[in-house]
């Protein structure tokens, strides 16, 4: 079992930055392939990034490709996702994932309960 706990969430005005952090609890956390997932309101769970087991490789929707950076902190059994030039679009409930597939379908096997993001216009 896997528990996941994102933190980094907040209120930033449009063109601002925000590090969203998540931290997982197992002792075998670098074994997991690691996802960023987000959800706005009415609207369904979308892919933002993912990185593989190694870090070796990233996938980025094309929405946020350029602007967020996924990255792993292997010491820290952490995952994290640096945002810049935020935008409204952007607002939304984060959620990290971690799972055996690198994969950008949420078919991940453990989830966080989620960090609001929210960006001001």
């Known amino acids: 079992q896997v528990q996941l706990v994102e933190s980094g969430g907040g209120l930033v005005q449009a063109g601002g930055s925000l590090r969203l952090s998540c931290a997982g609890s197992?002792?075998?956390?670098?074994?997991?392939?690691m996802g960023w997932f987000r959800q706005a309101p009415g609207k369904e769970r979308e892919f933002v990034a993912a990185?593989?087991?190694?870090?070796?490789?990233?996938y980025y929707a094309d929405s946020v490709k350029g602007r967020f950076t996924i990255s792993r902190g292997y010491a820290l059994n952490a995952v994290f996702l640096q945002m810049n030039s935020l935008k409204p679009e952007d607002t939304a409930l984060y959620y990290c994932?971690?799972?055996?597939?690198?994969?950008?379908?949420?078919?991940?096997?453990?989830w966080g309960q989620g960090t609001q993001v929210t960006v001001s216009s």
């Open positions: 990185i593989s087991r190694s870090g070796g490789a990233t």
């Open positions: 994932a971690a799972g055996r597939s690198f994969t950008t379908a949420p078919t991940y096997d453990y």
């Open positions: 197992a002792r075998t956390f670098s074994s997991y392939a």
